[in-house]
């Protein structure tokens, strides 16, 4: 038989090759690829867990479970360190699974002796939106920092609460948008901005999913305060205004549900509604509850457009942008590196506890988009457009967003 030459094994132990170095507390790698290529992103600079923000997860739902838990593990910034569950062996598995002590679990009732847990530094709050309000009083009343999930609350009267029950007690509360941390939404807002479509004229933002188990939360207007548009319509509302950092002048809207589904006894099926913005930018979002699910979004500028698929989904981000390239007209698709969305929002947060600056999404942001929903709900009641407050300053209620997140 003949022999087959192996190459010689390089012995371990040896001048390492190629590893990369850690210079000023960051680790780097060298290039592997041609200039022309994409660069790699560095590897992350993740802080050891003495020094990450500690968070109290408030609510083991779906969501919790199937997204904001698993997001931690690419933090750089933030940890879970508690949880809050009125389910005993929810508790215990879900404590085991991410090595939570059983001296950081809490119930319902014992929630309130978290402001003697020094290393929770913050509540992500995530159950059903009614009880936003009160969580959110009680978090900051134990002198916690606060994460609220999306729609902020059931009113305006209740976002105006939360925002002075944090403001009271010195604590930040942030909304969790995680559309304006998400990659793609961030780079077609950018480019926008920038003047690269032109002049924005108009705006087109659809969000739809057809609806299950009528006996759910989110069909009873109790636990959810409405139906399609607090819950997933509220993407279109946040992320068109967002992408402009103009606010809404007037709003017009039309609802519809369908009489015989039980699905929409007490919650709206469809809505649509039509934001006109100060520089007479018009936006026409659609929203469902009874449409196969479909999240889109769509920028028309005077030089050129650009649309996102699955805009407001967890993932599946398509940027195209099209405009004039001497006598053809050119579509050019855009792929960006992949960064988790629930773990940029929650960095985000953690970055804000430590250094102070008021979160990109802020309670006032919660406010804002409760006001306008507001004004939807009476649109479409009266049949009527309703004038909205003007605002006198760009993203008026937005704080910045952290050096690492622009780049
Ligand atoms: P879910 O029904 O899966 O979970 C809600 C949790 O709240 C459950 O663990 C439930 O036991 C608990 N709960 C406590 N008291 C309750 C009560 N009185 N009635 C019903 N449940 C009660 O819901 P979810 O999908 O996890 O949604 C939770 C929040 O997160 C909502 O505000 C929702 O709008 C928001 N959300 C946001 C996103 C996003 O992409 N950011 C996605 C889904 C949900």
């Known amino acids: 038989m003949g022999s ?157 609460s939360m925002i002075s029950a944090c403001a009271k007690a010195g604590k930040k509360l942030m909304i969790a948008y995680r559309c304006q941390y998400e990659v793609y939404n961030h780079e077609l807002a950018k480019r926008a901005r920038a003047g690269e479509f032109g002049a924005i004229q108009f705006i087109d933002a659809i969000n739809t999913q057809n609806q299950g188990d009528p006996g759910q939360w989110r069909q009873k207007k109790a636990l959810a305060g409405g139906g399609s548009l607090p819950d997933v319509g509220l993407y279109c509302l946040n992320t068109a205004r967002a992408l402009l950092g103009e606010e809404p002048e007037e709003v017009q809207a039309s609802i519809f549900s369908p009489q015989d589904d039980p699905r929409f006894a007490e919650v709206e099926a469809t809505v649509t509604f039509m934001l006109r913005f100060p520089s007479g930018i018009i936006a026409n979002c659609a929203t469902s509850y009874s449409a196969h699910e479909h999240r889109s979004m769509r920028v028309l500028g005077s030089q050129g457009h650009a649309e996102i698929d699955n805009a407001f989904a967890y993932e599946g981000q398509k940027l195209r942008v099209t405009r004039r390239d001497g006598m053809a007209e050119a579509s050019t698709e855009l792929t960006l590196g992949q960064k988790n969305q629930f773990s940029q929002e929650i960095d985000h947060m953690a970055q804000c506890v430590r250094s102070g600056a008021t979160p990109r999404t802020p309670g006032e942001e919660g406010l804002q988009d409760q006001i306008i929903m507001a004004a939807i709900y009476e649109s479409a009641r009266s049949g009527k457009p309703v004038k909205l407050a003007p605002m006198s300053r760009p993203d008026a209620f937005r704080g910045p967003m952290q050096p690492e997140e622009t780049s």
């Open 4 to 160: 087959v030459a192996v190459a010689a094994p390089v012995a371990l132990g040896g001048a390492p090759i190629d590893e990369g170095s850690a210079r000023g507390g960051k680790v780097n790698f060298p290039a592997i690829h041609a200039g022309t290529e994409r660069p790699d992103a560095p590897p992350p600079n993740q802080a050891p867990p003495t020094r990450r923000v500690g968070f109290a997860i408030m609510g083991l739902g779906r969501l919790a479970l199937q997204n904001i838990l698993p997001a931690f593990a690419q933090c750089k910034h933030a940890r879970p360190v508690a949880l809050v569950s009125g389910d005993k062996d929810k508790l215990r598995i879900v404590a085991e699974q991410y090595g939570i002590p059983a001296s950081s679990c809490y119930d319902y009732a014992s929630f309130d002796q978290i402001k003697d847990n020094p290393a929770v530094d913050a509540v992500y709050v995530v159950l059903p939106n009614a009880l936003h309000h009160d969580a959110v009083l009680r978090a900051a009343r134990a002198g916690k920092h606060v994460l609220c999930e999306k729609p902020m609350a059931t009113s305006p009267e209740e976002a105006r």
